[in-house]
């Protein structure tokens, strides 16, 4: 038929070429602009095409015509279903790592086929012929008990992490997409599905040897994992938890020895999981194709989700503040493999404090109790009587102030340290307003107390004073750097923050140098500060000639920096604090920076003294005292060895003197969280020293 353009032209004729007159108008346009009309945006342009665009439509269906149609009750053989349940494992950790329901758990299809596979709705018919080797049993009783398992499993680890303690769509996706997770399935009941298939596979001679044992093994463990995640999200503290962890762990290892093989490329069993199924769930979320890692990886991951589990119980059992901020802070600065999980970490805050007890059986008070018993070796009801005792001012003693405020800051701090590094960091940064008030109520206390009638004896209200103090330093070095570990700094902000940490390190040295004196050298609180005194002398060395390096071989800009200065610090420059009178210690300078510049790059000597001290140092905390460090005591100094490593490394590759270091590569400095959260090492550095 011959075409007819008057005729057949969408929209008649009254069309004009205009392609002149785009090229007039684009004539002084670079490559790559864009001009956009009011209201109409980039993101608008794209969304006009990318309804079923693969690239940008996450919902739409991409069906592959040559691939066969999934069908639950095609039959299978113990080994297919041995490698079906293992492979659903993988789905559930990473949904644990981080990812959404959608690339994980749904794209397990039997999740969607439970209606299917359910033995009291299986026709005689409805189901393929089977052979001897396949029976439907093994669909029906089997892989269904592990299915409901599986999703039970999930279902209590997500009310675990819907209470709060860790954050939706940033620690973990909490968004279900209308798929049940077998909430209305009680436990007990699940249990009992997995009891009723173990004990067909133990009855039954349809499923022989080795298979019959691994089928078993992995029914077995999933239904110890039930039970320890349902008492987790019930009773936190029971004291059944140890049993049931180290079951957990015992059943895991019978499952890990003998992996089945991969199934064939015709196999019906791998049809079980399409990653672009997801595609057709309704979600918000834009979505991509995920790998499963392989079984290696995922058993590595459960069973570092097991250990973390077990470290939590242990720590559940200690009363005493320090320990846990021992345990925080080294699990934030050298992370064990496989231990970090949202659910972990939702768990261990629950642990500490419910929202109504502390640990389970202690009131609010008990942290601050604790603080001074640790911090100062006295007892609080003791502070509190001496206050009362000394107290001059014409208003009552403001001691709830002080309790409800230690109260808030002391269980918000240890919460913090189980939160993702970034919120940490930004958690910390806020803080330091709190401790700042707190420590002006003890300044104004000190003020209307009555000079103490024996002055042999330890003012313990002032020197309460100088620990808040203390503990808002060590925040600020806190927050200085997890910079480092987060890699947020450029080379100028590097400077300075080594600088600045050496500023706040001296403060902070000073503080543990009031209080030291007049504690008895056997407690546990004369120990650890001790401890700190000797590790933050050495990490001020260290910092120390870091800056001096560093502040010789960079080119500022000042401006720049500067203007870098003012958008890191933000927090030490907020409103809050012109409403206090008393001015915050430790507060960064730009202009006290440029001063110490300016002095380091004019001065002609250098050394490595302080690198010398700072290996001496930690090399004596390896047998130190441990303080409140408690059965973290041996971890903690695993990560004085790290920095003795680093210490070491630094020492044999760092130039020697202010002539090798005119001519030495700064490159050569590398920033690896993965070697040490704070320093650099040189690019030829070893594996980490096992632990002297």
Same mark, same amino acid.
């Given at each position: 038929?011959?075409?007819?353009?008057?005729?057949?032209?969408?929209?008649?004729?009254?069309?004009?070429d %205009? =392609?002149?007159?785009?090229?007039?108008?684009?004539?002084?346009?670079?490559?790559?602009?864009?001009?956009?009309?009011?209201?109409?945006?980039?993101?608008?342009?794209?969304?006009?095409?990318?309804?079923?665009?693969?690239?940008?439509?996450?919902?739409?269906?991409?069906?592959?015509?040559?691939?066969?149609?999934?069908n639950?009750?095609?039959? &299978?053989?113990p080994?297919?279903?041995?490698?079906?349940i293992?492979?659903?494992?993988?789905?559930?950790?990473?949904?644990?790592?981080?990812?959404?329901?959608?690339?994980? +758990?749904?794209?397990?299809?039997?999740?969607?086929s439970?209606?299917?596979?359910?033995?009291?709705?299986?026709?005689?018919?409805?189901?393929?012929r089977?052979d001897?080797?396949?029976?439907?049993? &093994?669909?029906?009783?089997?892989?269904?008990?592990?299915?409901?398992?599986l999703?039970?499993?999930?279902?209590?680890?997500?009310?675990?992490?819907?209470?709060?303690?860790?954050?939706?769509?940033?620690?973990?996706?909490?968004?279900?997409?209308?798929v049940?997770?077998?909430?209305?399935?009680?436990v007990?009941? *699940?249990?009992?599905?997995?009891?009723?298939?173990?004990?067909?596979?133990?009855?039954?001679?349809?499923?022989?040897?080795?298979?019959k044992?691994?089928?078993?093994?992995?029914?077995?463990?999933?239904?110890?994992?039930?039970?320890?995640?349902?008492?987790?999200?019930?009773?936190?503290?029971?004291?059944?938890?140890?049993? #049931? +962890?180290?079951?957990?762990?015992?059943?895991?290892?019978?499952?890990?020895?003998?992996?089945?093989?991969?199934?064939?490329?015709?196999?019906?069993?791998?049809?079980?999981?399409?990653?672009?199924?997801?595609?057709? +769930?309704?979600?918000? *979320?834009?979505?991509?194709? $995920?790998?499963?890692?392989?079984?290696?990886?995922t058993?590595?991951?459960?069973?570092?989700?097991?250990?973390?589990?077990?470290?939590?119980?242990?720590?559940?059992?200690?009363?005493? &503040?320090?320990?846990?901020?021992?345990?925080?802070?080294?699990?934030?600065?050298?992370?064990?493999?496989?231990?970090?999980?949202?659910?972990?970490?939702? *768990?261990?805050?629950?642990? @500490?404090?419910?929202?109504?007890?502390?640990?389970?059986?202690?009131?609010?008070?008990?942290?601050?109790?604790?603080?001074?018993?640790?911090?100062?070796?006295t007892?609080?009801?003791?502070?509190?009587q001496?206050?009362?005792?000394?107290?001059?001012?014409?208003?009552?003693?403001?001691?709830?102030?002080?309790?409800?405020?230690?109260?808030?800051?002391?269980?918000?701090?240890?919460?913090?340290?189980?939160?993702?590094?970034?919120?940490?960091?930004? @958690?910390?940064?806020?803080?330091l307003?709190?401790?700042?008030?707190?420590f002006?109520?003890?300044?104004?206390?000190?003020?209307? $107390?009555?000079?103490l009638?024996d002055?042999?004896?330890?003012?313990? %209200?002032?020197?309460?004073?100088?620990?808040?103090?203390?503990?808002?330093?060590?925040? +600020?070095?806190?927050? %200085?750097?997890?910079?480092?570990?987060?890699?947020?700094? =450029?080379?100028?902000?590097?400077?300075?923050?080594?600088?600045?940490?050496?500023?706040? &390190?001296? #403060?902070?040295?000073?503080?543990?140098?009031?209080?030291?004196?007049?504690?008895?050298?056997?407690?546990?609180?004369?120990?650890?500060?001790? @401890?700190?005194?000797?590790?933050?002398?050495?990490?001020?060395?260290?910092?120390?000639?870091?800056?001096?390096?560093t502040?010789?071989?960079?080119?500022?800009?000042?401006?720049?920096?500067?203007?870098?200065?003012?958008?890191?610090?933000?927090?030490? @420059?907020?409103?809050?604090?012109?409403?206090? !009178?008393?001015?915050?210690?430790?507060?960064?300078?730009? =202009?006290?920076?440029?001063?110490?510049?300016?002095?380091?790059?004019?001065?002609?000597?250098?050394?490595? !003294?302080?690198?010398?001290?700072?290996?001496? %140092?930690?090399?004596?905390?390896?047998?130190?005292? !441990?303080?409140?460090?408690?059965?973290?005591s041996?971890?903690?100094?695993?990560f004085?060895?790290?920095?003795?490593?680093?210490?070491?490394?630094?020492?044999?590759?760092?130039?020697?003197?202010?002539?090798?270091l005119?001519?030495?590569?700064?490159?050569?400095?590398?920033?690896?969280? !993965?070697?040490?959260?704070?320093?650099?090492?040189?690019?030829?550095?070893?594996?980490?020293?096992?632990?002297?």
């Amino acid at each position: 038929m011959e075409y007819d353009p008057l005729v057949d032209l969408p929209g008649g004729d009254h069309f004009h070429d %205009v =392609t002149a007159l785009f090229e007039d108008a684009a004539e002084d346009m670079h490559p790559g602009a864009l001009v956009l009309t009011e209201g109409f945006t980039l993101l608008d342009a794209m969304s006009s095409f990318e309804i079923g665009e693969p690239r940008f439509d996450s919902g739409m269906a991409l069906l592959d015509k040559s691939k066969p149609s999934f069908n639950p009750l095609a039959p &299978l053989t113990p080994e297919e279903v041995c490698w079906i349940i293992d492979r659903s494992v993988s789905c559930e950790m990473e949904w644990h790592s981080g990812y959404t329901l959608s690339q994980t +758990i749904y794209s397990f299809l039997y999740v969607h086929s439970l209606k299917e596979i359910d033995p009291d709705l299986v026709l005689g018919g409805s189901s393929p012929r089977s052979d001897i080797l396949r029976p439907p049993e &093994l669909i029906t009783v089997v892989l269904r008990a592990a299915l409901l398992g599986l999703l039970k499993c999930c279902d209590l680890s997500w009310r675990e992490l819907n209470k709060g303690n860790v954050y939706d769509a940033e620690d973990w996706q909490s968004e279900k997409c209308d798929v049940p997770l077998s909430e209305a399935l009680p436990v007990k009941y *699940i249990c009992k599905v997995l009891d009723e298939a173990c004990h067909w596979l133990e009855t039954s001679a349809k499923v022989q040897q080795p298979w019959k044992a691994m089928l078993m093994n992995r029914l077995m463990f999933r239904k110890s994992l039930i039970v320890l995640f349902e008492t987790q999200l019930s009773h936190p503290h029971s004291g059944l938890l140890p049993t #049931m +962890i180290n079951l957990s762990l015992q059943l895991l290892h019978p499952v890990m020895a003998v992996t089945p093989s991969e199934p064939g490329p015709d196999s019906p069993a791998r049809l079980a999981f399409d990653p672009q199924f997801p595609r057709v +769930i309704v979600s918000y *979320i834009p979505l991509h194709v $995920l790998q499963l890692p392989d079984q290696a990886h995922t058993w590595a991951l459960l069973k570092g989700l097991l250990i973390s589990l077990k470290n939590v119980n242990d720590l559940a059992g200690t009363a005493e &503040l320090t320990t846990w901020e021992v345990a925080g802070h080294l699990q934030l600065w050298c992370p064990q493999p496989h231990s970090r999980f949202p659910y972990v970490r939702s *768990i261990t805050q629950s642990a @500490f404090w419910d929202g109504v007890l502390v640990l389970n059986k202690f009131a609010l008070k008990h942290v601050v109790v604790q603080f001074f018993r640790e911090t100062l070796d006295t007892c609080y009801d003791a502070v509190t009587q001496n206050i009362v005792a000394r107290w001059q001012g014409s208003a009552p003693p403001p001691l709830v102030q002080i309790e409800r405020t230690m109260t808030q800051i002391l269980i918000a701090n240890i919460k913090s340290l189980w939160y993702n590094p970034p919120r940490r960091r930004r @958690f910390c940064a806020k803080s330091l307003f709190d401790w700042h008030e707190l420590f002006v109520v003890f300044m104004d206390v000190c003020v209307r $107390l009555a000079p103490l009638q024996d002055q042999t004896k330890l003012d313990h %209200v002032r020197r309460a004073r100088v620990a808040v103090l203390m503990y808002r330093l060590s925040t +600020i070095r806190e927050v %200085v750097l997890s910079g480092f570990q987060l890699s947020l700094y =450029t080379n100028e902000e590097r400077v300075f923050a080594y600088w600045y940490v050496v500023q706040v &390190l001296e #403060m902070h040295l000073a503080c543990i140098d009031q209080l030291m004196p007049g504690m008895s050298s056997d407690s546990n609180a004369y120990s650890e500060l001790s @401890f700190q005194l000797r590790f933050l002398t050495a990490l001020q060395s260290l910092s120390m000639t870091i800056f001096a390096i560093t502040v010789k071989k960079t080119t500022f800009s000042w401006r720049r920096t500067r203007l870098n200065f003012l958008r890191r610090y933000k927090w030490a @420059f907020t409103p809050e604090y012109e409403d206090v !009178d008393l001015q915050p210690f430790g507060h960064p300078s730009f =202009t006290k920076f440029a001063s110490a510049c300016e002095s380091m790059q004019k001065e002609k000597q250098f050394s490595l !003294d302080n690198i010398a001290l700072a290996v001496e %140092v930690l090399s004596g905390l390896l047998t130190s005292p !441990d303080g409140w460090a408690g059965r973290w005591s041996g971890e903690r100094k695993k990560f004085v060895q790290k920095l003795l490593d680093v210490c070491i490394d630094l020492e044999r590759h760092l130039p020697s003197s202010e002539q090798a270091l005119t001519t030495w590569d700064a490159k050569s400095l590398k920033w690896d969280a !993965d070697v040490h959260p704070w320093f650099p090492i040189i690019s030829e550095f070893p594996a980490a020293a096992p632990l002297r």
